[in-house]
C-alpha cells in the first residue's frame, strides 16, 4: 500500500502546481502572439484550462511528484518533472484536437507550454531545497553570503572547516551529505584536486584548488581544521604523498575507505575514518564480474566455515551483497560468530542469517549443518594459520586444516554441493613450517576430488598471501608495540611479505569461484612485497614519531617455521591465463588421491598421539617440497621437553 500524501505539504505543492499550470498555458498564448493575444485564442484558451489542469495533475501524480521530499530535490526529480510534463503535453495536444480541432490553433503553443511547465515547476521544486540548505540553516546573510564566495570561510559555532581532497564522485555525495545535514559541523572551504582540467571550477558553488602539493598554502589561506581524502582509487605513492602533504599542513586528516570496503557502494559521512595503514598500500577498486558472481551465489544457501574470523566475516559481507536466499554462519569461537550475526542481520535483514556455533572437526556437527541447510555453495576459510603456535603444536595443525577439511569435503560430496572454495595461503606453496605443510596438503586433497573424478563438485581453490588487519597480523602488532613506547619487534632486516587488504582478497575469492570449472588453484595478484622493516618505518612515522630514534626496532631473529620470502607459485604448477588481470590460476598434480588418504588417515593417528616429529616425517611424505626447520628431537620420547625449548624461542 502506498503512504499517505495528503497532508498540509501536498496542498501546499498542490495549490503552487494550480498557479503554475495557469501561467504556463497562459504564458505559453502570450508569447505566441506577442502579449495581444486574439478574441477567439482566448476563448480556446479559457475552455481548454480545466482539461489542461486535470491532464498535467494527473501526469504529476502518475510520476510521483507529489511524493519527493523536495527539500532533497536532485537531478532524478527533474528528469520526471521533464517526463510528466512531456506526457502531459502529448495528452493536452490530442484533447484539444479532439475538443476544439486545431484549425486556427497556434501549435507551436504546445512546445512553449512545455517549456514553461518544466521551467516553472522545476524552479518551484528546488527552491525549496534552496530555502533548506540556505535560509532554513538559521545563517546570517554573512554566512550565506559566504556559501557563493568561499575564499574567506565563516565560523560557524564550533564548525570545522573542511579540505576535500578529490574533485571525485565521493567528494560530491560527501559534500552535498554535510550540506544537507545541519548536524554535521563541517564547512566545506574548498576541493583539492590534481587534475589541471579541474583546478578553478567550482562543485556547487565551492571551487577546485590544486595540486595536493599546495594543501598547506591553501589550508592556511582558507583556514582549513582538517582534511577528509574522499579518493575511491589510488596507488600506494599517491596516498603517501597526501599523506604527507596534510601531514606538513598541521590540519587533521581523514579519509573515506575505499570501494571495496563499501558495500554496496554506499557512501556517507558515517564510513569516515582515521587513515589506516592499509590505505598506504594502495586501494585499486576491483572490477568483479557481478552478474557471473551473483549466478551461483543470488537465491541459494551459502555456508561460510571460520565466518568468525578475518576473511570469513568479511566474506559473509561480500557474499550478502548477492542475496543468497540463506547465509549460514559456521564457526566454533563463539564472540566473533556472535558479532557478524548482529552486524549481518542488521544490513542484509532480507537475508536468513543462520549462526551455528559448530567445529569443523565434528562429523555430527557437519552432519546437522548439511542435513538441516543443504547449502549449495561451501566457502571454507576455517583453519588455524598462525605459524609459531602451530609449530609447537602440529597435531592441532592436523585435525584442524586437515582433517576438518576432509570431513567438509566429505559432506559436500555426500550433499551434492555445487561449489566448494577452500580458502588457501601463500605460505602452502614450498612450506617451510606445520602450518603451510597443513594447508597444502588439505590443497591436495581437494584438488584431487575433480582431478581423480571423485566427485560432481566443483572443487575450487584460492592461495594468496597476508592480509593487512587480520588477526594475529603484524600490523595490530607493530602498532600495539608502538602505543606502549617502543620497541618494535621485526624478525629479520631482509623479510618480505605479500600483502592484501581484506575486502580486496573476499572480492577476488568471490571472483575466482565464479571463474572456477572444478581443480584449479587460483593464485590473486598480491602486487609488489612489503619488507617488514619498511612497514615497521612507515607505521612509527604514521604515528608520530621518528624511527630508532623516538621508537627504536629491535630484531629478534626469525621465529619458527618462517621463511624470509614468501612464494606464490610451487614447483610443477603451470600458470594458465584468466580475463581477470588481479588472478592468475594453476593446474596442478595429476590424480594420487588413494596414495594421500592413506597418508592422511596415518597422520591422523600420529595426531592423537601428538607425536609432532611424527607428525612432521608424515608431512614430509605427504608434501615432499615441506623443508622444516630443525628442531628438537622427539625420538627420545620427551616430547614436552622439546616443545618447552621450543616455547622459549624468541617471539
Known amino acids: 500500500m502506498k503512504p499517505r500524501i495528503f497532508n498540509r505539504n501536498f496542498f501546499l505543492i498542490f495549490c503552487a502546481d494550480v498557479l503554475l499550470i495557469f501561467a504556463s498555458w497562459y504564458g505559453s498564448?502570450?508569447?505566441?502572439?506577442?502579449?495581444?493575444?486574439?478574441?477567439?485564442?482566448?476563448?480556446?484558451?479559457?475552455?481548454?484550462?480545466?482539461?489542461?489542469?486535470?491532464?498535467?495533475?494527473?501526469?504529476?501524480?502518475?510520476?510521483?511528484?507529489?511524493?519527493?521530499?523536495?527539500?532533497?530535490?536532485?537531478?532524478?526529480?527533474?528528469?520526471?518533472?521533464?517526463?510528466?510534463?512531456?506526457?502531459?503535453?502529448?495528452?493536452?495536444?490530442?484533447?484539444?484536437?479532439?475538443?476544439?480541432?486545431l484549425l486556427g490553433f497556434a501549435r507551436s503553443v504546445f512546445i512553449i507550454d512545455w517549456l514553461l511547465t518544466v521551467l516553472l515547476v522545476s524552479g518551484c521544486r528546488f527552491s525549496v531545497r534552496f530555502f533548506f540548505q540556505v535560509a532554513g540553516k538559521n545563517d546570517s546573510v554573512k554566512?550565506?553570503?559566504?556559501?557563493?564566495?568561499?575564499?574567506?570561510?565563516?565560523?560557524?559555532?564550533?564548525?570545522?572547516?573542511?579540505?576535500?581532497i578529490g574533485a571525485g564522485d565521493f567528494g560530491e555525495k560527501i559534500y552535498r551529505e554535510i550540506q544537507d545535514n545541519a548536524e554535521l559541523k563541517y564547512n566545506v572551504v574548498a576541493f583539492v584536486d590534481d587534475d589541471a582540467s579541474k583546478i578553478g571550477k567550482q562543485i556547487h558553488g565551492t571551487p577546485i584548488l590544486g595540486p595536493t602539493t599546495e594543501i598547506r598554502h591553501i589550508a592556511e589561506q582558507l583556514r582549513a581544521d582538517e582534511a577528509l581524502i574522499t579518493i575511491s582509487s589510488i596507488s600506494s605513492q599517491r596516498m603517501r604523498e597526501i599523506v604527507s602533504a596534510c601531514e606538513n599542513s598541521g590540519v587533521a586528516f581523514k579519509t573515506l575507505p575505499g570501494m571495496g570496503e563499501l558495500i554496496g557502494g554506499r557512501v556517507?559521512?558515517?564510513?569516515?575514518?582515521?587513515?589506516?595503514?592499509?590505505?598506504?598500500?594502495?586501494?585499486?577498486?576491483?572490477?568483479?564480474?557481478?552478474?557471473?558472481?551473483?549466478?551461483?551465489?543470488?537465491?541459494?544457501?551459502?555456508?561460510?566455515?571460520?565466518?568468525?574470523?578475518?576473511?570469513?566475516?568479511?566474506l559473509c559481507r561480500q557474499i550478502c551483497r548477492f542475496n543468497p536466499s540463506t547465509l549460514v554462519l559456521y564457526d566454533q569461537a563463539e564472540s566473533p560468530l556472535y558479532d557478524i550475526e548482529i552486524e549481518l542481520k542488521k544490513n542484509f535483514p532480507d537475508i536468513a542469517i543462520v549462526p551455528l556455533l559448530a567445529d569443523i572437526r565434528n562429523r555430527s556437527h557437519l552432519a546437522y549443518a548439511f542435513e538441516t541447510y543443504a547449502p549449495r555453495v561451501i566457502f571454507h576459510a576455517a583453519a588455524y594459520k598462525h605459524v609459531p603456535m602451530l609449530e609447537m603444536h602440529p597435531w592441532e595443525a592436523v585435525t584442524n586444516n586437515i582433517i576438518g577439511t576432509r570431513n567438509m569435503v566429505d559432506f559436500a560430496n555426500r550433499y551434492g554441493v555445487e561449489k566448494f572454495v577452500l580458502v588457501s595461503t601463500d605460505k602452502a606453496v614450498r612450506p617451510a613450517n606445520v602450518m603451510g605443510a597443513s594447508k597444502r596438503a588439505a590443497e591436495l586433497m581437494v584438488q584431487g576430488q575433480n582431478a581423480c573424478n571423485l566427485s560432481g563438485t566443483r572443487y575450487i581453490t584460492v592461495r594468496?598471501?597476508?592480509v593487512v588487519g587480520s588477526v594475529g597480523s603484524v600490523v595490530p602488532l607493530f602498532k600495539k608495540q608502538i602505543e606502549k613506547g617502543g620497541p618494535v619487534t621485526v624478525t629479520h632486516p631482509d623479510v618480505i611479505r605479500?600483502?592484501?587488504?581484506?575486502?580486496?582478497?573476499?572480492?577476488?575469492?568471490?571472483?575466482?569461484?565464479?571463474?572456477?570449472?572444478?581443480?584449479?588453484?587460483?593464485?590473486?595478484?598480491?602486487?609488489?612485497?612489503?619488507?617488514?622493516?619498511?612497514?615497521?618505518?612507515?607505521?612509527?612515522?604514521?604515528?608520530g614519531f621518528e624511527p630508532d630514534k623516538d621508537i627504536k626496532i629491535e630484531f629478534i631473529g626469525l621465529r619458527p617455521g618462517e621463511k624470509l620470502y614468501e612464494e606464490l607459485i610451487t614447483e610443477g604448477?603451470?600458470?594458465?591465463?584468466?580475463?581477470?588481470?588481479?588472478?592468475?590460476?594453476?593446474?596442478?598434480?595429476?590424480?594420487?588421491?588413494?596414495?594421500?588418504?592413506?597418508?592422511?588417515?596415518?597422520?591422523q593417528r600420529l595426531a592423537h598421539r601428538q607425536d609432532g616429529e611424527g607428525i612432521r616425517l608424515k608431512l614430509k611424505e605427504i608434501v615432499p617440497e615441506y623443508m622444516p626447520a630443525d628442531i628438537p628431537s622427539a625420538r627420545s620420547g620427551n616430547r614436552k621437553e622439546a616443545d618447552n625449548r621450543i616455547m622459549c624461542a624468541p617471539a
Open 29 to 101: 498564448h502570450l508569447l505566441r502572439f506577442n502579449f495581444q493575444i486574439p478574441p477567439k485564442s482566448m476563448d480556446v484558451l479559457l475552455h481548454t484550462f480545466f482539461g489542461v489542469l486535470l491532464i498535467k495533475i494527473g501526469a504529476f501524480y502518475f510520476f510521483d511528484l507529489y511524493r519527493g521530499m523536495w527539500r532533497y530535490a536532485s537531478i532524478d526529480d527533474l528528469f520526471r518533472i521533464i517526463m510528466a510534463a512531456s506526457l502531459a503535453s502529448i495528452v493536452i495536444f490530442f484533447y484539444v484536437l479532439s475538443a476544439h480541432g
Open 143 to 164: 554566512a550565506v553570503a559566504a556559501r557563493f564566495f568561499p575564499m574567506r570561510p565563516p565560523r560557524k559555532g564550533e564548525a570545522r572547516n573542511l579540505l576535500i
Open 268 to 314: 556517507s559521512v558515517r564510513a569516515i575514518r582515521d587513515v589506516a595503514y592499509r590505505d598506504l598500500l594502495g586501494r585499486e577498486v576491483i572490477h568483479l564480474e557481478e552478474k557471473r558472481i551473483g549466478s551461483y551465489l543470488q537465491d541459494g544457501c551459502v555456508m561460510v566455515s571460520g565466518a568468525g574470523g578475518s576473511i570469513g566475516s568479511e
Open 464 to 466: 594468496f598471501g597476508n
Open 498 to 543: 605479500y600483502f592484501m587488504t581484506i575486502p580486496e582478497s573476499c572480492q577476488l575469492i568471490l571472483q575466482s569461484g565464479a571463474m572456477g570449472e572444478g581443480g584449479e588453484i587460483f593464485i590473486l595478484d598480491m602486487g609488489r612485497p612489503v619488507r617488514i622493516l619498511d612497514m615497521a618505518k612507515d607505521l612509527i612515522a604514521f604515528s
Open 573 to 603: 604448477e603451470n600458470i594458465v591465463p584468466t580475463l581477470h588481470h588481479k588472478i592468475m590460476v594453476l593446474r596442478g598434480q595429476s590424480c594420487n588421491q588413494n596414495v594421500l588418504n592413506g597418508s592422511i588417515d596415518a597422520i
